[in-house]
């Protein structure tokens, strides 16, 4: 496989399940990135590992839980959800300090 | 506090039709501006990253241009597959390594 692949494509979610979103990318990349994406709204950068630190975007509420193992995979844990935070959650990768971002597909997650 | 602001909302232009599409932005020291391409379902498709201003760049029927306030995107004679939400988006000077994005304008063009 290539590029930034993200599972599941799609997810539907009571407030008071657990699940978690996973992302793989085959790039050589060393840095990842989770970002939301609502109606309306421009993208909003959750997460980002770089260089295997971890910088937060403090205004994301902390039902929501990234893990970053290695360089190649990355994952955003979910509890306690809100309808709110139904979104498109896209996961990208990129050399630190670089030019552009590789995007996933993203993962449409309902909120029910 | 870096900001993108795109213009317009939402475009609607017959097939062969040319025009332009605009990204304000306001970022304490510029790393770089980004277009991305997103179609419905899918993640955002990196078109171009301009650095300085008078800086252009081209692909097919896209051109990009970067002043020190906005860049924007031409289109020249679209046709139908062209149809899309071109996102815009700003790498600052300091901080996280992450990137600032404007809302997208959605562009339809018709046969």
């Known amino acids: 496989e290539t590029g930034v692949t993200q599972t599941p494509r799609h997810l539907v979610m009571g407030m008071t399940n657990k699940k978690s979103l996973k992302c793989e990318q085959h790039?050589?990349?060393?840095?990842m990135y989770w970002y939301k994406q609502s109606a309306k709204k421009p993208l909003e950068l959750m997460f980002v590992?770089?260089?295997?630190?971890?910088?937060e975007n403090n205004s994301v509420p902390s039902r929501f839980s990234p893990e970053c193992p290695n360089s190649s995979h990355l994952f955003l844990h979910l509890h306690t959800l809100q309808p709110e935070d139904s979104a498109l959650y896209l996961c990208?990768?990129?050399?630190?300090?670089?030019?552009?971002?590789?995007f996933g597909s993203g993962t449409r997650l309902t909120v029910v | 506090e870096d900001q993108v602001t795109q213009s317009p909302e939402a475009l609607r232009l017959q097939e062969g039709e040319s025009s332009s599409l605009n990204c304000s932005y306001t970022v304490s020291g510029l790393r770089g501006l980004f277009w991305y391409r997103q179609d419905p379902g899918k993640g955002p498709e990196f078109l171009f990253t301009?650095?300085?201003a008078g800086e252009e760049k081209e692909k097919e029927r896209l051109k990009a241009t970067l002043t020190k306030k906005e860049s924007f995107l031409h289109i020249t004679a679209p046709k139908p597959e062209d149809s899309a939400t071109y996102l815009c988006a700003v790498r600052a000077g300091g901080g996280a390594d992450g990137l600032t994005f404007g809302k997208g304008t959605h562009l339809i063009i018709q046969p």
């Open positions: 590992y770089s260089l295997e630190e971890r910088v």
């Open positions: 990208a990768s990129s050399q630190a300090g670089s030019a552009g971002y590789t």
């Open positions: 790039l050589g990349h060393n840095a």
């Open positions: 301009l650095y300085s």
